[in-house]
């Protein structure tokens, strides 16, 4: 028992989120492939923006992030007003728990989903509640039948982070229909920008035609600029008008906001890598199938290679040897998935790198 001020329901129950590792003892510059962090780095234009306001810093940033909400909205041909900032979609994933779930209330995600929405359920004495998978990829049909008077939000990651899998736009499409209206289906296209799939869309279309569906982005992974924080959700205006009421007045700064205008407008930047991610990330998955290692399809920027079941040859065993070679990786315990270890594409150098450490540490010839 204590005395002091008491946690309110489920907090102490969190097993706090871990990032990817950044460093690796004896090595000064390690290739971080861990966090799933832009190959190319940031558009020089973004940077520009971001030094050009360093005498500014004094000053409170736009609350209504007004500007990057018009470039945003210019890009992708949406309603500025139905667009709401924050820092990171990591913020905005908080909001939406919190302005729509309660204390003993439901938030159902994929088995394999982000970590940080059954966290972020927790945080509010919410049950967070997983629905299995059908090949490390969201099962409509488990999701459905697991929706129950109690759920009041359903989070999925389209695409998928570890796994790299993706719902198409009719898989979305049913699964929203088979939803009760008083339900928000939250979709997490973090990594849109990086699918080439003809069947696939970010979940603008569902937002435009309904009133329980946000789209989250972010500004973390194609456009690099995951220092700063900055992510934006597409949401009916209701929904916008709710995350507006418990946003913090001032949630995204002043250097993030001009940043992220900037990398939204630099198409050229946006083009560079994706094209980049076209190249390596069939390449790498080739030269991980070509020795031996089992890999679920991914249209991301990282990819989730299966190791054997064998002491000295396992996941664990492969990220210790990655890491005395200075590569760093990601493990998937905290994700349900012990024998795999999660790979971003970095640059076309790096992957070579990555692959003939690979090769030998599973001894073969790369």
Same mark, same amino acid.
């Given at each position: 028992?204590?005395?002091?001020?008491?946690?309110?329901?489920?907090?102490?129950d969190?097993?706090?989120?871990?990032?990817?590792?950044?460093?690796?003892?004896g090595?000064?510059?390690?290739?971080?492939l861990a966090?799933?962090?832009s190959?190319?780095?940031?558009?020089p234009?973004?940077?520009?923006?971001y030094?050009?306001?360093?005498?500014?810093?004094?000053?409170y940033?736009?609350?209504?992030a007004?500007?990057?909400r018009?470039?945003?909205?210019r890009?992708?041909?949406?309603?500025p007003?139905?667009?709401?900032c924050?820092s990171g979609?990591?913020?905005?994933?908080?909001m939406?728990?919190?302005?729509?779930?309660?204390?003993?209330?439901e938030?159902?995600?994929?088995?394999?989903?982000?970590l940080?929405?059954?966290?972020?359920?927790?945080s509010?004495?919410a049950i967070? @509640?997983?629905? $299995?998978e059908?090949?490390?990829?969201?099962?409509v049909? !488990?999701?459905l %039948?697991? /929706?129950? &008077?109690?759920?009041?939000?359903v989070f999925?990651?389209?695409p998928?982070?570890?796994?790299?899998?993706y719902?198409s736009?009719?898989?979305?499409?049913?699964?929203?229909?088979?939803?009760?209206?008083?339900v928000?289906?939250?979709?997490?296209a973090?990594?849109?920008?990086?699918v080439?799939?003809t069947?696939?869309?970010?979940?603008?279309?569902?937002v435009?035609?309904a009133d329980?569906?946000?789209m989250?982005?972010?500004f973390s992974?194609?456009?690099?600029?995951?220092?700063?924080?900055?992510?934006?959700?597409?949401?009916p205006?209701?929904?916008?008008?709710?995350?507006?009421? @418990?946003?913090g $007045?001032?949630n995204?700064?002043?250097?993030?906001l001009? !940043?992220g205008? %900037?990398? /939204?407008? &630099?198409?050229a930047?946006?083009?560079?890598?994706?094209?980049?991610n076209?190249?390596?990330?069939?390449?790498?998955?080739?030269?991980l199938?070509?020795?031996?290692?089992?890999l679920?399809?991914?249209v991301?920027?990282?990819?989730?290679?299966r190791?054997p079941?064998?002491?000295?040859?396992n996941?664990?065993?492969?990220?210790?040897f990655l890491?005395?070679?200075?590569?760093?990786?990601?493990?998937?315990?905290?994700?349900?998935?012990?024998?795999?270890?999660?790979?971003?594409?970095?640059?076309?150098?790096e992957?070579e790198?990555?692959a003939?450490?690979?090769?030998?540490?599973?001894?073969?010839?790369?």
């Amino acid at each position: 028992m204590t005395s002091g001020p008491v946690p309110g329901p489920g907090i102490l129950d969190i097993a706090p989120y871990v990032g990817g590792e950044s460093k690796a003892v004896g090595v000064e510059r390690p290739i971080r492939l861990a966090s799933n962090e832009s190959a190319l780095g940031p558009s020089p234009k973004a940077v520009a923006a971001y030094k050009a306001l360093a005498d500014d810093m004094f000053r409170y940033p736009d609350g209504g992030a007004a500007e990057l909400r018009d470039a945003i909205g210019r890009h992708h041909g949406l309603d500025p007003a139905r667009i709401v900032c924050g820092s990171g979609s990591d913020e905005l994933i908080g909001m939406l728990i919190r302005a729509y779930a309660g204390v003993g209330d439901e938030v159902l995600y994929s088995r394999h989903g982000f970590l940080m929405y059954p966290i972020g359920a927790m945080s509010v004495g919410a049950i967070p @509640v997983a629905a $299995p998978e059908r090949d490390l990829t969201a099962n409509v049909d !488990a999701l459905l %039948a697991h /929706v129950t &008077d109690k759920t009041k939000i359903v989070f999925v990651a389209n695409p998928n982070n570890p796994t790299g899998t993706y719902l198409s736009a009719d898989e979305m499409a049913r699964l929203h229909a088979g939803l009760p209206k008083h339900v928000v289906l939250a979709i997490d296209a973090a990594y849109a920008e990086f699918v080439n799939r003809t069947d696939y869309e970010p979940g603008i279309g569902l937002v435009n035609r309904a009133d329980n569906v946000v789209m989250l982005r972010t500004f973390s992974k194609i456009y690099a600029l995951a220092g700063l924080r900055l992510g934006w959700a597409y949401c009916p205006p209701e929904i916008a008008d709710v995350l507006n009421r @418990v946003r913090g $007045p001032f949630n995204v700064t002043a250097p993030a906001l001009a !940043a992220g205008v %900037a990398a /939204v407008e &630099d198409v050229a930047a946006l083009a560079r890598a994706r094209a980049h991610n076209d190249r390596w990330l069939p390449w790498f998955s080739d030269k991980l199938a070509a020795l031996g290692l089992e890999l679920t399809p991914s249209v991301g920027n990282f990819v989730l290679p299966r190791f054997p079941d064998e002491p000295g040859r396992n996941a664990d065993a492969a990220f210790e040897f990655l890491q005395s070679r200075g590569i760093l990786t990601r493990k998937m315990g905290g994700y349900g998935l012990p024998k795999h270890l999660r790979i971003t594409i970095g640059t076309g150098e790096e992957m070579e790198t990555v692959a003939a450490a690979i090769a030998e540490f599973l001894g073969r010839n790369s």
